[in-house]
């Protein structure tokens, strides 16, 4: 079957003000992104990765040029219509986990549903399910103080894909954890991803990410220095 | 709905800062609830008490007739009205006379107004029968508790007491002490002696005159007489409701002091959870909230302390309140000498009205001081916020 598009970059540029100056952290960017897969943009601190990660999950707005996300044009999006374009189909994992701290692991999952009015047994059935995906739903009563930093991150993927979302962002999601925690969730996502057909992009420069990786956009001073489709090293066990 | 259990969610899980911040918001409520009902149920006390010891349903007054004023007394005395005195006969109007006297309780000299009612009436609650039958040698009198305190009188003593008639010459004669009543009402009790009319106004020279007439409720109002002057209750208890909206004032400023400490603990609390929960509110906005939506939510939340602080206020006050409103609030002894009148002790009224616009009150601002802080959530940049950079 062929896959769609889901993210399309034609000579995407974002400025940013410093003082009385303009700083330029993706000068041009051009490439697509089909559904399905599992992709990383890699490169060193301060090459734009998270910038242009911001702006594919409506966070941000380009400068110049354009960003399709999912047939929306990113630059033209009210707050609002940007609001509901991750409520519906954006889920996101945050390096630093970002769970809502006084939530429980199951309200945190429930949170994006809540906000799509999903309605309780539905929504529960969900919750559950997700949890189960991250191997958590023992966990369902603990809040994020309680847990170590890789049931926390996987709580978060729990979230990121309770929605069943087309795109999942993940900006640097192992930073914080160490390599066995970081290993155990990225096989979490690659099962995810082919067992659900989620798209995958990641921000990072952890190697242990990019084992896991089919392909690999590096950039380098917010320009594209390579793009290369790749066999994973890792993959599900 | 969702914003709602959104907020409550946040409010309970922020577990001991929400407590205390409606603990402070709760007694907010008690407070005012408690002063107003204690100030309300002190204005209700007082006019009935003045009305059944004093005023009745209103009075007329003999022209140039001034309470506050000594020197008018001695010519302030009118013949009673031919139009009032079917009612005057039926004890539907009482006629008092007042002149001023000296009194002499164990050979010091007081000052007194003395006053005749008569014996029978039974409109005021100064128990003026005991004044019948005072024909012997001493004339009966009445005083009440605060007047026998001030100068060691029981019931049985004989004082002196003298006076001047209508032509200025003096006369005394012995006063007997026939009963003491205890009532609320200073005016009627505080350097005062009350007799028989008929004897007192022997004693002046002043048959069928008075100085005030009292109306019962059957009295009509609205009677006009040459040489007397209607005074209706808003007159007569003006001084009362001046002094309850004095009162008023006083708490109010002291429940509003203590409102605005609880509303600057929830501002603060507000102020301090965007600052720090900076991560949170661009992870919301990240999962599919508006900004507005999270303002809203964070507006919520600070006005559901308000709604909490209810409930507690609830908890805690209904059975506290209620408690007073059926023991009462004693009023200390010092009171007696504030000249009107508080009872021994004060039965607070709490009307629903009190308690819906305590309610909607704090409600209403508990809101305003959570909005202010969180319109700031609206010019948030949301991938700062993520990374919980303060902004």
Known sequence: MKESIKIELRDLVKRFPMGTKEFTALKGLSFSVMGGEFAGLVGPSGSGKSTLLNIVGSLDSPSEGSALVLGRDIGRLSHAEAARLRNHHIGFIFQTYNLLPVYTAYENVEFPLLLLRMGSAERKKAVMEALEWVGLAEKVKSRPAQMSGGECQRVAIARAIVKHPELVLADE????????????????????????????????????????????????????????????????? | MLGFKLALRNLVGAGLRTWLNVLVLSLSYVVIIYVNGMLHGWDIQAKVDMKNWEIGEGQYWCSGYDPLDPFTLQESHCAFPQEFMPMIQSGEVVPVLVSLASFYPEGRIQSIQLKGIPAGQDLIRIPTASLAGGEGEAIKAVVGRRMAKSNQLKVGDLVTARWRDRNGTFDATDVEIAAIFSCDVPSVDMGQIWIDLDQMQRMLGMPGEATLLIRGDKAPPDLTTAGWVEKDLKILLAEVDELIKTKSFASTVMAMILLALALLAVFDTQVLSIFRRQREIGTQIALGMTRWQVVRLFTLEGAMHAVLAAIVAALYGIPLLAMQARSGIPMPQSTDTMGFAIAEKIFPVYSSGLIVVTIIFILIAATVVSYLPARKISRLNPTEAIKGKIQ
Do not use: Q, W
């Open chain 1, 173 to 237: 999601p192992t930073a914080n954890l160490d390599a066995d925690n970081s290993h155990h969730i990225l096989k979490t996502m690659v099962k995810i991803n082919r067992e659900l057909g989620t798209t995958f992009l990641f921000a990072t420069h952890d190697e242990k990410v990019i084992g896991y990786l089919r392909r690999i956009i590096r950039l380098s001073d917010g320009l594209l220095h390579s793009d290369n489709l790749v066999e994973p090293i890792n993959g599900e066990d």
